[in-house]
Nanobody
Framework: QVQLVESGGGLVQAGGSLRLSCAAS????????MGWFRQAPEKEREFVAG????????AYVDSVEGRFTISRDNAKNTLYLQMNSLKPEDSDVYYC?????????????????WGQGTQITVSS
């Protein structure tokens, strides 16, 4: 059984940076595309960034393009999200997820494994 555990969340001032990590266990995910999603209270979960199985292809939601960078280390079975120039509107619970497919997906229903989430709060 695959488990995904996010870490690195917390409170940061606007303009600051955070790095999220997502450690996978139970099986290697080196052949799986992975992604980051976020969700605010009473809102739908939304796609933030995705990366294909070997890290050669990435995708981002427009609102984070140029500020966030998704990456992975397959040797460590770990996914990362480097978040720079954070804004208060980036405050959400962030989830990592994995697909069964190898290429990037943007839809929630394309992902089968999910972490429990980590809270990011950006103060103005």
């Amino acid at each position: 059984q695959v488990q995904l555990v996010e870490s690195g969340g917390g409170l940061v001032q606007a303009g600051g940076s955070l790095r999220l990590s997502c450690a996978a266990s139970g099986r290697t995910l080196s052949s799986n595309a992975m992604g980051w999603f976020r969700q605010a209270p009473e809102k739908e979960r939304e796609f933030v960034a995705g990366i294909n199985w070997r890290g050669a292809s990435t995708a981002y939601v427009d609102s984070v393009e140029g500020r966030f960078t998704i990456s992975r280390d397959n040797a460590k079975n770990t996914l990362y999200l480097q978040m720079n120039s954070l804004k208060p509107e980036d405050s959400d619970v962030y989830y990592c997820a994995a697909r069964l497919a190898t290429e990037v997906g943007r839809r929630i229903d394309e992902y089968v494994y999910w972490g429990q989430g980590t809270q990011i709060t950006v103060s103005s």
